[in-house]
């Protein structure tokens, strides 16, 4: 079992940023496929971004160039930097993690965005 903590979530006016962090429970966060979802209000959960085990971050075309995935080990967290936010980057942002055949999510942060 693996639990997610977000935070850093908030309310910024666009062309802002912010820097949204996840931490997560366990002794092998290093062997952790990590990433980041969203949900805008009446929308489906949609992709934003992710590192596997040895990989490199990918990202949804929507916010890359903007966003940066980190990860530390040493701290079990991963963070998500994003810059240049818009109006439409505003949602529930949501950590996931998958280990050990299992997705685990957590309680999600909210992103507002104001123009």
């Known amino acids: 079992q693996v639990q997610l903590v977000e935070s850093g979530g908030g309310l910024v006016q666009a062309g802002g940023s912010l820097r949204l962090s996840c931490a997560a429970s366990?002794?092998?966060?290093?062997?952790?496929?990590m990433g980041w979802y969203r949900q805008a209000p009446g929308e489906e959960r949609k992709w934003v971004a992710s590192?596997?085990?040895?990989?490199?971050?990918e990202y949804a075309e929507s916010v890359k160039g903007r966003f940066t995935l980190s990860r530390d080990n040493a701290r079990n967290t991963v963070y998500l930097q994003m810059n240049n936010l818009k109006d439409d980057d505003t949602a529930v942002y949501y950590c996931?993690?998958?280990?050990?055949?299992?997705?685990?999510w957590g309680q999600g942060t909210q992103v507002t965005v104001s123009s």
């Open positions: 590192v596997r085990i040895g990989g490199s971050a």
């Open positions: 366990g002794s092998r966060f290093s062997a952790y496929s």
């Open positions: 996931s993690c998958w280990f050990g055949g299992t997705n685990y």
